[in-house]
């Protein structure tokens, strides 16, 4: 069978869809500490934003947390809940995805978000219809997005996935596709973003269109010339 030369742009949710790090950042305080970690201990919001990761417990571990990883989970969940109302659509969301379903570009979803809270946020949000294909729940995003391919039938190179994690850049590098990174009004995260392989960096999700453009019909497996200019 041919792969289709209908591009996929494959989207992270927290983070990049959704403004929801004030949110994160306030749970994984509070939960540090009900867990009896010291204040002097407490990592600052720049931090947090460099180095936060799935899954929890290795993220945990390094504030000397020993707790199952099902534990931490569920009281991370149960605090989580509180800070949802700092949750915002991110800018230009909307927009940019109207836009790309209007010229033919299928989007996707793949988030290690836990799927309970992310269906509940597509719904809160009115998402639910953009997107033929959701992932949720692994921390390891490649698989994930090497199942979405084959969904659209699609080439890894005629795809991206835009994310604001350093980690999102290397699940993205590893299943194939380009690696758009998603900085935000965060500056500070564009170099680990490029660090772990970002191609381009974006702080507004209008600016995606046009590199967008740029991956449709390269066939090879590789960057095509356009691409790597423009970045």
Excluded at 74 to 80: A, D, I, P
Excluded at 184 to 195: C, G, H, I, N
Aim: aromatic content about 12%.
């Amino acid at each position: 069978m041919c792969k289709s030369s209908r591009p996929v742009v494959i989207f992270d949710m927290d983070g990049t869809i959704l403004d929801s790090m004030d949110a994160a950042y306030q749970t994984v305080h509070s939960l540090l500490v009900d867990l009896g970690i010291p204040w002097s201990n407490m990592p600052n919001f720049r931090w947090f934003m460099e180095n936060f990761s799935l899954p929890l417990a290795s993220f945990f571990a390094r504030f000397g947390v020993n707790c199952s990883p099902n534990e931490l989970e569920n009281r991370f969940r149960e605090m989580y809940k509180f800070s949802m109302g700092l949750i915002l659509l991110n800018h230009d969301a909307i927009d940019t995805l109207d836009w790309f379903r209007s010229n033919g570009v299928w989007i996707a979803l793949v988030s290690s978000a836990n799927p309970v809270v992310l269906v509940r946020n597509l719904h809160r949000f009115g998402l639910c219809h953009y997107f033929p294909f959701i992932s949720a729940g692994h921390s390891d995003k490649a698989p994930s997005i090497r199942r979405c391919l084959r969904h659209f039938n699609c080439l890894p190179s005629n795809a991206c996935y835009v994310g604001d994690t350093p980690q999102d850049m290397r699940d993205a590098a590893t299943a194939g596709v380009i690696p758009i990174g998603f900085s935000a009004d965060f500056s500070f995260m564009v170099e680990p973003l490029k660090r772990a392989g970002a191609w381009v960096c974006i702080d507004s999700l209008k600016e995606l269109p046009p590199f967008v453009n740029l991956v449709v019909g390269v066939e090879d497996g590789t960057v095509g010339p356009s691409l790597a200019m423009a970045i």
